[in-house]
């Protein structure tokens, strides 16, 4: 049995799991859906199963963290994911998120500034065979050679409001992002208007790893 088998138990350990989600107010059925049916236990060593499937975030090397299942269907339910949606993730990280979001029908772009991160995140995305489009670079600035998106998540810690990441978004598209300071950071949903402006909603507090670059914390 290698790490890419999904066993009964595997299965079962996800329907708990997102049963806990329901239970936490995750109400987006297609979110509970994909968490579901992904095999999360992919991206972790096999000493590690166990912890797969507990709501929690863990360290997935170079001192970055796969996000909580929790986090993922926060942010992913706030971007209220239509089948076809653009949408740009910022921070691949590991890939469950951008995987969760290929699996709703979106059309995935994510950008990774760690450069072993983002090498070892495309082998097991290729492994998956999933159509996810992969980029390595400073994703503080967006990915504006694809712009405009219908949807865009950041999922490191935010210093402001993300106006370059704003400009690259459709009329109507949603963003969001954890903003804040280096130790807590307010769930931010933005929604472009037609005249340019946005609204911009809070939904709880997070703390984000920094997101590095240009308009980040550091470089
Ligand atoms: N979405 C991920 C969790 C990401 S953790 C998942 O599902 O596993 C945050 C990620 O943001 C880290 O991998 C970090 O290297 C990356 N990051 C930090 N600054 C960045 C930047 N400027 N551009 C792109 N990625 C960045």
Known sequence: ?????????HQGLRKKLVKLLREKGIKDEKVLAAIESFPRHIF?????????????AFPIGEGQTISQPYTVAVQTSLLNIK???????????????????YLMGAKVYSIEYNKNLFNKTRMLI????????????????????FAPYDKIVVTAATPGT??????????N????????????????QYIKQADGSYSEKDFGQYKFVPLLGAHGWRN
């Open 1 to 9: 049995m290698d790490k890419f088998t999904d066993s009964f138990r």
């Open 44 to 56: 972790f060593d096999e000493a590690f199963l166990e912890h797969a499937y507990q709501d929690k």
């Open 83 to 101: 089948k076809g949606d653009k949408v740009l993730e910022i921070g691949t990280g590991s890939g469950y998120q951008a995987c969760i979001l």
């Open 126 to 145: 290729n492994s998956l065979n999933y159509d996810i489009k992969l980029f390595y670079g400073d994703g503080s600035k967006g990915l504006p050679g």
């Open 162 to 171: 993300p106006s370059v990441l704003l400009e690259q978004l459709n009329v």
């Open 173 to 188: 598209g949603i963003l969001v992002a954890p903003v804040g300071n280096e130790h807590v950071q307010a769930m931010k």
